[in-house]
């Protein structure tokens, strides 16, 4: 902490800007993952000049700087592991642009997902990645993290997005990237490089995004199954027949009985739900789109098939799926529901193997592990509930992870499809781009040679993080 001259940082963005109280800094140790480590202080910069002379003071002096958005990142993105400065970017939140003409917006990075879309909604038109995050994340930590949603099967994740970006580099210089039309093809896509990026490559500080229509017609219908098995078959049939889907949701078993139990939402025991929707601005093509999926459905044995194209009774049917992650923390009392391996993507004629897999490595290593997700982009998800005060535990969910990344790795998918790297799952991650990691080092040294963005992530992040960092937690040393 005595590194960081804490007046300087205070003409930089003003008094009232900078954090250095242990309370504050406290907050700013943690996101949604289980990592926790102290920053030295925390910024909140106005503009891109202060952002530009923050990095100008910390890059001589080696000073780690971690961009920071809701820091709803679930595997420790924004937790700043080495220390430095945090810098916080709720006060960069305007919308500088609306271009109805030229079909894209202008927004600084700390914009909240929804709030661009509440002011788009007006106009008729959205923006499509849509985590179920955001009512709160960002569009820097979406871009830095490469989000997706629900409906990406059909409009793809945040990169698909995005047009141009304007970037603070580690020495403070500021670089525009991409455009404002819907083609580029100037040399390197640079744009595409801070995608997914982290936090360790620039800082974003504007994006230019594109918009789409709202369609005037969604249609969302579900089916239970008895067997996860003919889910799986029904999903892989979906998505090779040519359909044109928003969305295709899964919920296993325990998911059911976790939003049950939370929510008193009356859900069968099945073993698997299947939600899938369909939308457009003609009714007669929605129509055909949702039927052929109900009868595919049918055809492996789904039951029970409801199809809605009432707003409110769409939200029913869905608030199962939407509010699942705060159900699975209620799941059974002294456990809390980490996402360790969390959001691996797997080909589609996978998904009901993966999810098989998930309850048998749940069962094999004594933790509670769910299989639900964005079935339609292959995303499958899983939580891992367990006692965290337990030392034992999180030994037992290391070993599940690596099982199931093992798995992952054995049919083509990959570590995460959206949730990013951070520290969780950089040693799968390692494992998965061992070819490509002294590439990405080599870049990131030219970069940022004095590595201060974010450092200790992706490839530079520890083997063993159970280990080598803190957690949120208070683990005790006893046994099972
Ligand atoms: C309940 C819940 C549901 C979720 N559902 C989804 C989902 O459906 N899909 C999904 O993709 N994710 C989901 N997430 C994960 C998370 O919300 C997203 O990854 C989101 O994009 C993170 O945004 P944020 O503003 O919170 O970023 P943060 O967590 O603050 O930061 C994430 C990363 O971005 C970097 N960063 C932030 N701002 C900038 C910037 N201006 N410039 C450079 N780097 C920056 C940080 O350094 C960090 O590495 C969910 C999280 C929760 C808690």
Known sequence: ???????????????????????????????????????WVVVRPHTTEEVQNVMRYANPRMLPVIARGAGSGMSGQAVPIKGGIVMDFKKMNKILEINLEDTFVRVEPGVVDDDLNRALKPHNVFYPPAPASSRIATI????????????SVKYGAVRDSILGMKVVMANGDLIHLGAKTRVEATGYQIDRLMVGSEGTLGIIVEATLKFVPIPKFRCLGIAKFNELEDAGNAISEIMSSGIILSMLELMDNIAIKAVNQALDLGLPDVEAILMFEADGMAKEGVDIEVKRMMEI?????????????????????????????????RYKEGYVCTSLADDMAVPYSKMAEMAKKIHEIAKRNNVIMTAYGHCGSGCMHTKILMDPTKKSQWEDAKRAVFEIYSFVRSVGGTTSAEHGIGISKAPAFKREKHESLELMRALKKALDPNNILNPGKL?????????ATKLRYTVKLEGK
């Not at 490839?459 to 159970?466: E, F, K, R, S």
């Open 297 to 329: 459905c049918k055809k492996h044995k789904g039951f029970g098939l409801e199809l809605s194209y009432d707003a409110k009774e769409r939200t029913r049917i869905f608030s199962g799926r939407k509010k699942l992650f705060p159900s699975l923390s």
């Open 140 to 151: 820097g930590g979406e871009i830095a993290n490469n989000a997706s949603g629900v409906r």
């Open 459 to 467: 490839m530079d992040a520890p083997d063993d993080w159970v280990t």
């Open 1 to 39: 902490m005595g590194l960081v001259d804490v007046q300087r940082l205070k003409e930089i963005v003003g008094a009232e800007n900078v954090k250095d109280d242990k309370a504050d800094l406290y907050v700013y140790g943690s996101d949604s993952s289980v990592h926790q480590a102290m920053p």
